[in-house]
């Protein structure tokens, strides 16, 4: 069973924009962090942004710091979908995005949240390349 699924991928040019959106098919969860990771050909799957609660009130936010001011994550619960708003797109932002959910623990580190080992479930990936 699939149970999130990426969309929104596409082609730019480089100082282009992309909206990426995760939608969540099981139910929801009150204490868990989003994360979205890409991964590059040859290269590891790599932290990218994460957005992480407790109570499913107050949301907290962790980039990395080569797409700082530039990608945005948000989250509709509404929709139990998380977005990754990406701007002023460069090439080395290619590659395959994928979003995934974990379970935090009591205390969230930016690193524990940029970490693929942190996440149990995992989306299929969706393509972004971006040409200079």
């Known amino acids: 069973q699939v149970q999130l699924v990426e969309s929104g991928g596409g082609s730019v040019q480089a100082g282009g924009s992309l909206r990426l959106s995760c939608a969540d098919s099981?139910?929801?969860?009150?204490?868990?962090?989003m994360g979205w990771f890409r991964q590059a050909p040859g290269n590891e799957r790599e932290g990218v942004a994460a957005?992480?609660?407790?109570?499913?009130?107050?949301?907290?936010?962790y980039y990395a710091d080569s797409v700082k001011g530039r990608f945005t994550i948000s989250q509709d619960n509404a929709k139990n979908t998380v977005y990754l708003q990406m701007n002023s797109l460069k090439p080395e932002d290619t590659a395959i995005y994928y979003c995934?959910?974990?379970?935090?623990?009591?205390?969230?580190?930016?690193?524990?949240?940029?970490?693929?080992?942190?996440?149990?479930?995992w989306g299929q990936g969706t393509q972004v390349t971006v040409s200079s």
């Open positions: 995934a959910r974990g379970t935090p623990p009591p205390l969230i580190t930016t690193l524990w949240a940029l970490t693929k080992e942190s996440y149990t479930t």
């Open positions: 099981v139910y929801r969860y009150r204490i868990k962090c």
């Open positions: 957005i992480c609660t407790r109570d499913g009130n107050r949301y907290y936010t």
